[in-house]
């Protein structure tokens, strides 16, 4: 299998993308933009700024 991308948005913003790696390991990055932003805000507890 190969790696996977989900581009991740918040109210129409993309605000990251999720990755699943060929042996099932996941991680996200949220976008520059994203972190920039002065209301910016996890989207999830699990996954902090």
């Known amino acids: 299998m190969k790696t996977q ?3 991740v948005a918040m109210n129409g ?3 990251g993308t ?3 790696a060929a042996n099932g ?3 996200f990055q949220y976008t ?5 932003e002065p209301g910016a805000r ?3 507890l699990s996954l902090p700024l």
């Open 5 to 7: 991308s989900l581009n």
């Open 13 to 15: 913003e993309w605000v």
């Open 18 to 20: 999720l990755w699943r």
């Open 25 to 27: 390991a996941m991680s």
């Open 32 to 36: 520059a933009t994203w972190l920039a």
């Open 42 to 44: 996890a989207i999830s």
